[in-house]
C-alpha cells in the first residue's frame, strides 16, 4: 500500500469522524462543484491526464478543497503529503523537500497539500518557491481567503487558482442522505428514523458546508437515546434512531453559559438599569445605577452597557446619544471611581430622557435572521472589489454603476439574489 492509500485508509476507519469516513475517493461519488470536476471540464481533463500543475483552491469551508487534494493524489499516483499551515513551518517543509528529491531521482511525483496556505507568511512562502519552480513538488494550496491578497504574487503566478463554490442545499442534502445510506462508512448500519424537513434543515443551516452537515448528523445520530423495552431487546431488536429538526436545531446551537456567584442578581439589576431607561424614568434608572456601582461593580462594564443603549433603544430619534455614552466611557477610563459615578449618572439620564426609537434594533434583528436563514449567500459580482487582474478576469467588478456619475440615481441591485427589494429600515 502507498503512503495515499494508507493516509485514505487512515482518512476512512471507523473511529475517524463521519465527515472523514465519507470522504469521496473518486469523481463519481464527489458532490458539487460541475463547473470544474464536470465531464470535460479543464481540472478533470488534467487530472485524468495525469499532467496537473501546481494550483490554489480558493472556497468556503467544507466546499471539497481537501477531497479534491485526494483525488488529485489517487488519479496521477503521486506521494501525497498533506501539512496545516497552522501547525506547520519551514522544518516541515524541509524534510518534505528531501523525499521529494529522492522521488524525482526515481521520476515519481510528489504532491504537497497545504490546508490554510494563506496563514503560511513571507518567510516560508518565499522558501517553497522554488521547489515550486523546478517542479520537485506539485503544490496544492487551500485557502478560504483570496489568494490574490494571502499568497505571494511570485507564488500565485506559479500557480493555477480554481475557485470552489459554495455547496447549495440540494448538494448538502445528497451527502446527509448517502451519508444516511452507506453502511461501510456511513449510518447505514444504525436504525436512523429522519424525516425530509429534518435532512432540509440540517442542509439549510450548514451554511454549504458538507463537515459541519455531517459533523451534525453524526452527533444527532449517536446521542444516547432511550434504552429498548424488554420486548424489543428479546427480538434482539435495534433501538430506533429519532432525528428531527428540534434535535438537529439542538446540535447545531453554540451556548454560552455566564457564571458568577453573584450572577443572578448581577444582571437582575443590569435588567432594570436597561428597562428604566427605556421606560424613560430618570430616578429609577439613577438607583439601579447606584445599586450597581456602590457595591462595587466596574464602571467600564456599566459605560459598555450604555453604549450599547443608545443605539439599541435610542439610535437615530437622537444620535448625539451615541456621542454621550462612548465620552462617558473614555472619561471613566480617564479618572475612575469613586470621581467617575457623576459621569454615568450625567449619562443615565441623559438616556432617560432622550425620545426613543428601536428601528434600527429592529432592522438588525430582521437582517440578522435573514444571515442565519440564507447563509452566506455570495456579493453580487458587479460590486465586488476587483484589484487583481485574477478578479477581473473572474468578472468581478462587471457592469459597476459609479454612484456620482449617475447623479446618485442609478438602479442596481446591491442585495444577494435571493434578498432582492429586501426591506429592513422604515
Known sequence: MDMFEHQFEKQVSQEAPLAARMRPANFNDFVGQEH?????????????????????LW??????????AFILAKKTKSEFYQISAVNSGLKDLREIIKKAEENKKMNKKTILFIDEIHRWNKAQQDALLPHVENGVIILIGATTENPSFEVRGALLSRCRVFVLKQLTKEEISDIINSALKDEKRGLG?????????????????SNGDARVALNVLEYAALTPSPSPTPTERARGAK????????????????????????GEEHYNIISALHKSMRGS????SLYWLARMLEV??????????????ASEDIGLANSRALE????????????GMPECNVILAQAVVYLAKCKKSNDLYAAYLKVQKDVNDYGNLPVPLHIRNAPTKLMKDLNYGKDYKYSPDHDYKEK????????KKRKYFN
Open 189 to 205: 448500519k444504525l436504525k436512523i428514523k429522519i424525516d425530509k424537513k429534518a435532512i432540509d434543515a440540517l442542509a439549510q443551516m
Open 59 to 68: 472556497g468556503p469551508p467544507g466546499s471539497g478543497k481537501t477531497t479534491l
Open 296 to 309: 462595587g461593580e466596574d464602571p467600564l462594564y456599566v459605560a459598555r452597557r450604555l453604549v450599547r443603549f
Open 324 to 335: 454621550q455614552t462612548v465620552a462617558a466611557f473614555r472619561a471613566c477610563q480617564f479618572i
Open 239 to 262: 433501538k430506533e434512531v429519532k432525528i428531527t429538526q428540534e434535535i438537529i436545531k439542538e446540535a447545531l446551537q453554540k451556548s454560552h453559559l455566564l457564571y458568577d456567584k453573584d
Open 281 to 284: 424614568d430618570a430616578n429609577a
Open 412 to 419: 442596481q441591485e446591491y442585495m444577494p439574489d435571493k434578498l
Open 36 to 56: 470544474l470536476i464536470g465531464k470535460g471540464r479543464v481540472l478533470r481533463k488534467a487530472i485524468e491526464a495525469g499532467q496537473i500543475p501546481s494550483i490554489i
